[in-house]
Structures are given as structure tokens and as C-alpha cells.
């Protein structure tokens, strides 16, 4: 379909490996967003990429957490180190974009990958 | 008053007045409701969440109402600050499926 695809849906990895987690947003979506949704929690957001100015990474919870996007398309996001309460789900979201910084358009969500860290 | 505006609604409301957001969601079977505020050239910030089992949830200053009959959702801030004008946003979501963020609607307090 034309939605929002993330890679992997699931995965499982030991406490102290790196993670590296895809979105691909919609097609001529020039905003891209990561959230965090532990179990039972809200979505926290991590990072917010739009068109080609300085991601704000004021959610990243810490210097383990990093995420690049290749202009208008994929981006991905890192985990180095991985901790058990890195657990969750973690979304990415995209959207038309923003005209001139100051309006909200809908978001539109992938459907998450499930991280688990043991 | 409430307007509609070229690209979203917008609400103003004198500084120390209580404001009220409201968002129409379209899925009945969604589980979980969240309000999000967004400043200009930032990311949304949570606010309050509220799952579908429930009608009401409290927070600092803020309480959401949901009233799953007419599908409506409601954020209600106290005392509105100069800090509270952002864009707020709510979003339905159901387990398992894509879900969607409202258009929003524009808070701007007055001094």
C-alpha cells in the first residue's frame, strides 16, 4: 500500500547489541517523525526530521539513541548498546510537512516495530 | 471565540481563563486517545492520554473527556497560560493499525 512501512515488526535482541530500526514515510512527505510507545505508556517522541533543516532531537532520551534520514525518503534509527528498558514500540510517522514552520497536518503512523531487549 | 481558519481552527482565550479543545475521532472501535501540543518548528509534546474504557482523566491542569457515544474527545486546559498557546492535536488509536493525528487546532492566549 501507500501507508507508512517500518522494518522489522518485531525484533528481539540481547542487552548490549546495536539495533538498527527503518521507516519509509509516504511518498512526498517531507516531515518525519520517531515516537516511542512503552507498554501501556503514551507515544514519547524522539525526533523530528523536516525537509532538509536540523532534525529537533529534543526527545532523544539519551546519547545512545541516534537517527539519520537521506532527504525525503528512509530514515533510520539507532540504538547502540541496547538496554532493557529500551523495550517498546517504537513508531515513525510522516506527514505533508509544515509551510512556512508554523501549521500541523496529520501524521500519519507506520505501524511500529516491537523492540525486546533481554 | 472559535474560528476556522485557512488551515486550521483556532481558539482565543484570555490569559487565565479555562480553555476547551475539542476533536471528533471517526473510529469506534479505536482503544486509546491521546492529546499532544505542538509549538512552532518543534515536535509534539504528550500531554494527557485517556483509554477508551474510561471518560475522564485528570491531569496537571488539563483533563480530557471522552464521550464515546458522539465519539468526541475534549481537552480542557485551567487557568491558560502564555506557555499554553501551541497547536494541540488529538489522535485515535487502535492496536495493530496505522493511526492518524487530527488536523489540530490553534490556541493562542491573549494577554
Known amino acids: 500500500g501507500a501507508g507508512v512501512s517500518q522494518s522489522p515488526s518485531n525484533k528481539v535482541t540481547e542487552k548490549g547489541k546495536d539495533v538498527e530500526l527503518r521507516c519509509d514515510p509516504i511518498?512526498?512527505?517531507?516531515?518525519l517523525y520517531w515516537y516511542r510507545q512503552r507498554l501501556g505508556q503514551g507515544l514519547e517522541f524522539l525526533i523530528y526530521f523536516q525537509g532538509n533543516s536540523a532534525p529537533d532531537k529534543s526527545g532523544l532520551p539519551s546519547d545512545r539513541f541516534s537517527a539519520e534520514r537521506t532527504g525525503e525518503s528512509v530514515s533510520t534509527l539507532t540504538i547502540q548498546r541496547t538496554q532493557q528498558e529500551d523495550s517498546a514500540v517504537y513508531l515513525c510517522?510522516?506527514?505533508?510537512?509544515?509551510?512556512?514552520?508554523?501549521?500541523?497536518?496529520?501524521?500519519?503512523f507506520g505501524p511500529g516495530t516491537r523492540l525486546t531487549v533481554l | 471565540g472559535e474560528s476556522v481558519g485557512l488551515h486550521l481552527p483556532t481558539l482565543s482565550v484570555q490569559e487565565g481563563d479555562n480553555s476547551i479543545i475539542n476533536c471528533a475521532y471517526s473510529n469506534s472501535a479505536s482503544d486509546y486517545f491521546i492529546w499532544y501540543k505542538q509549538e512552532s518548528g518543534k515536535g509534539p509534546q504528550f500531554i494527557i492520554d485517556i483509554r477508551s474504557n474510561m471518560d475522564k482523566r485528570q491531569g496537571q491542569r488539563v483533563t480530557v473527556l471522552l464521550n464515546k457515544t458522539v465519539k468526541h474527545l475534549s481537552l480542557q486546559i485551567a487557568a491558560t497560560q502564555p506557555g499554553d498557546s501551541a497547536v494541540y492535536f488529538c489522535a485515535e488509536i487502535r492496536y495493530g493499525q496505522n493511526f492518524v493525528f487530527g488536523p489540530g487546532t490553534r490556541l493562542s492566549v491573549l494577554p
Open positions: 511518498s512526498g512527505h517531507t516531515a
Open positions: 510517522a510522516s506527514s505533508l510537512g509544515l509551510a512556512g514552520g508554523l501549521e500541523r497536518d496529520t501524521q500519519y
